[in-house]
C-alpha cells in the first residue's frame, strides 16, 4: 500500500523558512523522479519542484526558483521541500508523489493515493 506522510508545515511570516518533509512507504523512491505539489484554496493543484533518482537534477516553477531546494534521501525513503524567503503567495496545502514527467508543469503523478499533505499559511 502506497502512503505519502508529509509534514514540516506552520505558520510562518513573510520571509520565513520552513522544511517539508515526506516519508514515502509501499514502494521506493530511488527509481522515481519524485515531486512536490500544492493546493491553493479554490486553486487547482500546481507542481511546484521536482528531482530526479539521480539526487542531482532538479526542476521548480519560476514561481519559486531561488527560493526553494528540493532534496532526496532514497536510504530513508524521504523526499525534502527546504522553503526560504515565503511569501503569502505561498500558502497552500503541500504533497508529494513520484511523477512520470520531469521538467514541466504538466505533471503526471504516478500514484492515485495521496497523502493529507502539510499547510504552509504565509502571512502577517
Known amino acids: 500500500q502506497v502512503q505519502f506522510q508529509e509534514s514540516g508545515g506552520g505558520l510562518v511570516q513573510p520571509g520565513g523558512s520552513l522544511k517539508l518533509s515526506c516519508v514515502v512507504s509501499?514502494?521506493?523512491?530511488?527509481?522515481?523522479?519524485m515531486t512536490w505539489y500544492r493546493q491553493a484554496p479554490r486553486k487547482g493543484r500546481e507542481l511546484v519542484a521536482s528531482?530526479?533518482?539521480?539526487?542531482?537534477?532538479?526542476y521548480y516553477v519560476d514561481s519559486v526558483k531561488g527560493r526553494f531546494t528540493i532534496s532526496r534521501d532514497n536510504a530513508r525513503n524521504t523526499v525534502n521541500l527546504q522553503m526560504n524567503n515565503l511569501k503569502p503567495e505561498d500558502t497552500a496545502l503541500y504533497f508529494c508523489?513520484?511523477?512520470?514527467?520531469?521538467?514541466?508543469?504538466?505533471?503526471?503523478?504516478?500514484?492515485?493515493?495521496w497523502g493529507q499533505g502539510t499547510q504552509v499559511t504565509v502571512s502577517s
Open positions: 509501499g514502494f521506493t523512491i530511488s527509481s522515481y523522479a
Open positions: 528531482i530526479l533518482p539521480s539526487d542531482k537534477t532538479t
Open positions: 508523489n513520484a511523477d512520470f514527467r520531469f521538467g514541466t508543469t504538466l505533471s503526471s503523478p504516478v500514484f492515485n493515493s
